[in-house]
């Protein structure tokens, strides 16, 4: 059988503490093709360090080991720093939390969007400029010629948020990852921001590794889920199945969602046990 487009294999990530060096991911495996595959947990459950070590961007006091990390049936365990820039411009994109901490505010939009196209082709400025206003229009942005020439101040979170998507997507990566892409905006906009990525996932034949603690999100956009609990790995099904999951900690992820009717209440404490 072919080997999936990402494929990781007893991954574990440690940081030293005062009590010596604590596991934050623990021994996990998983693969992800041409597909949505979303890594759910509660906070601190290691979805994040997971997300940076595929990366390369763990803290540099962080310790990573694994058995097998590979990309595109390339090896990244023995990958050098190069090889590692190349991947990340080409290869993998990376898309946070909040355009405000990822955009340069000093920049205007179109450079941004452009920048991977400069450092990682030989296309003329004219050339860029055109396939950036493409890619600003396929995020929907409504006057891409625009926003091209705005500053990122300008921008609304949703807007921002479709412009960070366009600048990861303009080089074509094989792989997104999208650590949490849509907290920082309101209900409405998160699901046309997730439907967007999904539409785009699939138009351009992309694996999507949707980090995020929301399963009804989860439920509505991916196509698996692997559920981690403490570092490890608790479960992993169909997102269909997330309402009628095998474990009981799946379950109660499940039941502390928030619905439109405790949206902006306190969820509910679940154990360690639940
Ligand atoms: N720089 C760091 N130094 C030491 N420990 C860290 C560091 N960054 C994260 N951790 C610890 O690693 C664990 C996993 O963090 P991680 O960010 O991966 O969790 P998460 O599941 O993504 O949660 P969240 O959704 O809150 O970000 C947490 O216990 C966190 O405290």
Redesign the pocket.
Known sequence: MAEPLLSVQDLS?S?P?AAGM?R??DGIGFSVDREIVALV??????????G?AIMGLL?H??QMRAARLSFGGQDLLSLPASGWNALRGNGIGLILQDPKYSLNPAHKVGRQVEETLLLHTRLSGAERREQALDMLHKVGLPDPKRVYSSYPAALSGGMGQRVMIAAMLINRPKLLIA??PTSALDRELQSQILALLRSLTEEFGMGLLL?S?DLQQVAQFADRAVV?RG?RIEEELASADLANAQSAYTRALWAARPSAKTYGTRLPVYGAGA
Request: aromatic share 4%; proline share 4%.
């Open positions: 990530v940081f503490s604590v934050v991911v947990g509660e906070s601190g459950s290691g979805k994040s360090m997971t940076r803290p006091h962080a650590d949490e980090i603690h981690m570092g």
